[in-house]
T-cell receptor, first 111, second 112 residues
Framework: DVKVTQSSRYLVKRTGEKVFLECVQDMDHENMFWYRQDPGLGLRLIYFSYDVKMKEKGDIPEGYSVSREKKERFSLILESASTNQTSMYLC??????????FGNGTRLTVT | GQQLNQSPQSMFIQEGEDVSMNCTSSSIFNTWLWYKQDPGEGPVLLIALYKAGELTSNGRLTAQFGITRKDSFLNISASIPSDVGIYFCAGSFTGTASKLTFGTGTRLQVTL
């Protein structure tokens, strides 16, 4: 089974802090994704990556950046956290043209 | 990005009942996916559909790819308490995950 591991289940950060969310997958998938999930809005794509050191903006990239230095690891960075970035963040991975496999999520609260 | 219309938004059913939910889109898709999310967990893939008219089962779950390619249906037969959760549909025209559009989810609660 594919395993997508997000390093933290819960995080509480202060406004203005730099926040790192880490994600690791163990199935050699080319593609990795970061989504945020908010009630009533569903899942929205923040960034994705097709390969090491490659990244593409999703639907809501503002306020976020990403890093993919190794194939198995995809990091989401909030350069200066704001309260409107309080959300559930979901990492996912996939092979080309295959369904997504999700991690268990990181619930981030920015105070 | 576009969102799919998923209905119902929530439903309360009794154990043993059958459940139906659906997703509709204004655009045609070539791939439909159904996920389930348990409380506090990430979504888990239930069923993937790749062909218009396709009917696929996974245990008590059955999903169909609508022939218009603009809708999909998920049925759960003889519901049990562990069916509780949020069910999401997702569709893609290109088949690539980066172009996946998600529904807003159907919250299912099962009473004994």
């Amino acid at each position: 089974d594919v395993k997508v591991t997000q390093s933290s289940r819960y995080l509480v950060k202060r406004t203005g802090e730099k926040v790192f969310l880490e994600c690791v997958q163990d199935m050699d998938h080319e593609n990795m994704f970061w989504y945020r999930q908010d009630p009533g809005l569903g899942l929205r794509l923040i960034y994705f990556s097709y390969d090491v050191k490659m990244k593409e903006k999703g639907d809501i990239p503002e306020g976020y950046s990403v890093s993919r230095e190794k194939k198995e690891r995809f990091s989401l960075i909030l350069e200066s956290a704001s309260t409107n970035q309080t959300s559930m963040y979901l990492c996912a991975s996939s092979l080309f043209l295959s369904p997504l496999h999700f991690g268990n999520g990181t619930r981030l609260t920015v105070t | 990005g576009q969102q799919l219309n998923q209905s119902p938004q929530s439903m309360f059913i009794q154990e043993g009942e059958d459940v139906s939910m659906n997703c509709t889109s204004s655009s045609i898709f070539n791939t439909w996916l159904w996920y389930k999310q348990d409380p506090g967990e990430g979504p888990v893939l239930l069923i993937a559909l790749y062909k218009a008219g396709e009917l696929t089962s996974n245990g008590r779950l059955t999903a169909q790819f609508g022939i218009t390619r603009k809708d999909s249906f998920l049925n759960i037969s003889a519901s049990i308490p562990s069916d509780v959760g949020i069910y999401f549909c997702a569709g893609s025209f290109t088949g690539t995950a980066s172009k996946l559009t998600f529904g807003t989810g159907t919250r299912l609660q099962v009473t004994l």
